[in-house]
């Protein structure tokens, strides 16, 4: 289970950099985000949740890390993301795409730190 945890988190560091990366280009080529842009985005939250609970299994198996691992991993990405949806909630005009673009990239450090915190580093 920690393997799967592991490879999980090096997965979602490297979608939310695609992500990032993917809204700067769609920024720069002044382009509306598409399904695949909107769907990554669903699919890495899911995928965030689906590694919180994996990482509370762990936690309840014993398998303790340092406290900012639980953080970083966790409780900042969702603060970012609730922040993200709050402020698209109401745009009337495009680039609706913006608000996650930059969200993505304070998650994917985040989540990249965390993954250094959980791997000892």
Do not use: D
Not at 19 to 45: C, D, E, M, P, T
Not at 55 to 72: D, M, S, T
Not at 85 to 90: V, W
């Amino acid at each position: 289970m920690v393997g799967l945890h592991r490879i999980a988190g090096v997965a979602i560091v490297a979608g939310w950099g695609a992500l990032f990366l993917w809204g700067v280009g769609l920024f720069i080529l002044r382009r509306a985000a598409g399904r695949l842009y909107w769907g990554l985005l669903a699919v890495l939250q899911i995928l965030l949740g689906l590694q919180l609970a994996v990482g509370l299994v762990l936690l309840a198996l014993g398998n303790q890390r340092p406290l900012l691992h639980y953080a970083y991993g966790s409780v900042f990405p969702a603060v970012v993301l609730a922040v993200c949806h709050l402020f698209t909630r109401g745009l009337e005009k495009p680039p609706f795409h913006l608000f996650f673009t930059i969200g993505s990239f304070f998650v994917f450090g985040l989540t990249a730190r965390a993954l250094m915190t959980g791997l000892g580093g």
